[in-house]
């Protein structure tokens, strides 16, 4: 499975931005597809994750709760992460992983295949 991400750039706090990250190859080995983020000098950090399918459960870092929210668009193979009432801690590298495994959520050792990240930068 081949995953890219797209969408990010730079706006204003406050402001909004959607990233995409669309799955090519053998998605029907995906449970599900979570988003990361790693600012400058810190660890790579979860996001949010959701089940591939419909009815599956999803999960985000406190931090973003209330602000992103993760969907996903089956026929297109897509999974969006919308973001909201973004501030200047938002800033980082995103990337999107897929998982094969039941138990998915933040851990990262639970995600066999990573996309490129995409930079998203918010101003003060």
């Known amino acids: 499975v081949q995953l890219q991400a797209c969408g990010g750039g730079l706006v204003t706090a406050g402001g909004f931005l959607r990233l995409s990250c669309a799955a090519s190859?053998?998605?029907?080995?995906?449970?599900?597809v979570g988003w990361f983020r790693q600012a400058p000098g810190k660890e790579r950090e979860f996001v949010a994750v959701?089940?591939?399918?419909?009815?599956?459960?999803?999960d985000y870092a406190d931090f973003v709760k209330g602000r992103f929210t993760i969907s996903r668009d089956n026929a297109g193979n897509t999974v969006y992460l919308q973001m909201n009432s973004l501030k200047p801690e938002d800033t980082a590298v995103y990337y999107c992983?897929?998982?094969?495994?039941?138990?998915?959520?933040?851990?990262?050792?639970?995600?066999?295949?990573w996309g490129q990240g995409t930079l998203v930068t918010v101003s003060s």
């Open positions: 992983a897929g998982s094969r495994y039941s138990d998915y959520g933040p851990r990262q050792e639970r995600y066999d295949y």
């Open positions: 959701s089940g591939w399918w419909s009815g599956s459960r999803t």
């Open positions: 190859g053998r998605t029907f080995r995906t449970v599900a």
